[in-house]
Nanobody
Framework: QVQLVESGGGLVQPGGSLRLSCVVSGPIARILDMAWYRQAPGNQRDLVAS???????RYADSVKGRFIISRDDAKNTMYLQMNSLKPEDTAVYYCNSNTPWGDVGSRYSSWGQGTQVTVSS
């Protein structure tokens, strides 16, 4: 069973930066694709950015040019560098990966427990 553990969340002022990390443990040879999602109170969980095993990336329009997703497979870790943060970026951020039973973001994918990011002055 793959386990995903996020860290790096916190309180930051508008315009500031944070870097989230997601450490992967378990049968990681099965992990091909990974992603960051976020969920604000009262909202659905939305894709922020994804990174495939090939290294190709995709971003939500709302974070393009501000966030950078990356991965270090040697360290079993995925990152999300968040710059120029805005109050609307406030949410719980979740790490996600595919499994043998489900693609990234699917019902049978793997999820971390989430880390809170709050952007406020």
């Amino acid at each position: 069973q793959v386990q995903l553990v996020e860290s790096g969340g916190g309180l930051v002022q508008p315009g500031g930066s944070l870097r989230l990390s997601c450490v992967v443990s378990g049968p990681i040879a099965r992990i091909l694709d990974m992603a960051w999602y976020r969920q604000a109170p009262g909202n659905q969980r939305d894709l922020v950015a994804s990174i495939m095993s090939s290294g190709s990336t995709r971003y939500a329009d709302s974070v393009k040019g501000r966030f950078i997703i990356s991965r270090d497979d040697a360290k079993n870790t995925m990152y999300l560098q968040m710059n120029s943060l805005k109050p609307e970026d406030t949410a719980v951020y979740y790490c996600n990966s595919n499994t043998p039973w489900g693609d990234v973001g699917s019902r049978y994918s793997s999820w971390g427990q989430g880390t809170q990011v709050t952007v406020s002055s």
